[in-house]
């Protein structure tokens, strides 16, 4: 459904903007066609530059849990514009969400304010790795941790072996200390600790995987991995960039009686800023520059157009407990889907925690990365074309997870629901 004035900005685009975009996936390489461009988003809507409205599942990749442009977010953003945009001393703002953090995420003492995700978990693994004086770092494949040299890697022919870069311009030497591991698999889990235990700085997981669609833990892998670290000396690092804030109050580790050592978290607490943060027990964190030899810093961290964005953000889950609301959205669009798959005789997994969830073409529950490479993701691009062409706007991708907001509505969902039911009809 291009639109003309997306396509000449598009053309535009390409010819200074590598691929057109600022982050690969706008580009909508994944399920075909060209991107469209947004003129301006209000609620659980995004209005095209052509006029036309889109019920919007992407939510600005997690951080619009209040829908967008949001009036108490926009209103607390107005006050903070009054003082100036970044002051480079500290400000009050930067101890009300230090505070605001920790009183929210029980294994945070601690916490240092960055500018994204990839910061926080580039930071944790720097920090990890300076408390241990250990060098290897244990990650899943399929977890997304941001754009991290050490972290943008998968398994090699073994996963005893260190891992090799998974993109172009990534050395051997800052790929060789990651070892990868299948999710949801407890002897390779256990296997890596027993051969190399005592080199193993830290262990880093999405808290629940979702950048490959959602993943969700076996029963008591989380608590196993939590475990290992502990019998080991390895930090616990739980990446809740997506997660935090919006699975539940405390993230997934208060849903999940978790207590990690490190934990990374971005999104939410920016309320549609740039932001990131990465925090834990108080030892650990301690040993950051100014205190300790481990050096971390940034220009804008702590920004206070950010922390009055992300505070409004919190505050406004709270004073909602928008949880409860949020999970009924994500069961019923999930239940839905179900439903339609079953009535169309398409093979479907619906997984659903609360406002993240996503749709797998497999009659088999979706456990590793391996079962989403089998899964039917051509499926995907047909279900994605289909609903963008009826106003309803998935993530351009078979791999990425859906969000819902507090501004989405049951009729929001209910829409949503047929438009799906269509597509299956039209056995895609
Ligand atoms: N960690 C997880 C789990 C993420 O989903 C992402 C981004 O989507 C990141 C880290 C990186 O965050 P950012 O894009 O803010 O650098």
Partial sequence: MEDRISHALFER????????????????????????FTAKANGARLTIVDGRELIDYVCTWGPAIHGHNDPDIRAALKTALENGTSFGTPGPLEVEMAEAICERVPSVEKVRMCNSGTEATMSCVRLARG???????????????????????????????GGYPDSAGITQGAAKDTIVVPYNDRAALEAVFKAQGEQIAGLIVESYPANVGLILPDAGFLQFMRELCTRHGALFIFDEVMTGFRISRGGVQQKEAIHPDLTAMGKVIGGGLPVGAFGGRADIMDMLAPLGPVYQAGTLSGNPLAMAAGLASLKKLDARNAWA?????????????????????????????????????????VRNYEDVLASRTDLFSKLFRHALAKGVFFPPSPYESWFLSTAHTPADITRTVETVAEAFKKAL
Avoid: M, W
């Avoid at 977890?143 to 022919?157: E, F, N, Q, T």
């Fill in 325 to 365: 609301t949020l999970d009924t959205l994500g069961k019923t669009l999930a239940d839905g889907i179900r439903e339609a798959a079953k009535d169309a005789g398409i093979p479907a997994q619906v997984p659903q925690s609360g406002s993240l969830l996503s749709l797998f073409f497999s009659e088999t529950p």
């Fill in 13 to 36: 685009a390409q010819k200074r903007i590598p691929g057109g975009v600022n982050s690969p996936v706008r580009a909508f390489r994944n399920v075909g066609g060209e991107p469209f």
């Fill in 131 to 161: 408390f241990t004086g250990r060098e290897k770092i244990i990650k899943f494949a399929g977890c997304y941790h941001g754009h991290v040299d050490a972290l943008l890697v998968k398994a090699g022919s073994g996963a005893l072996t």
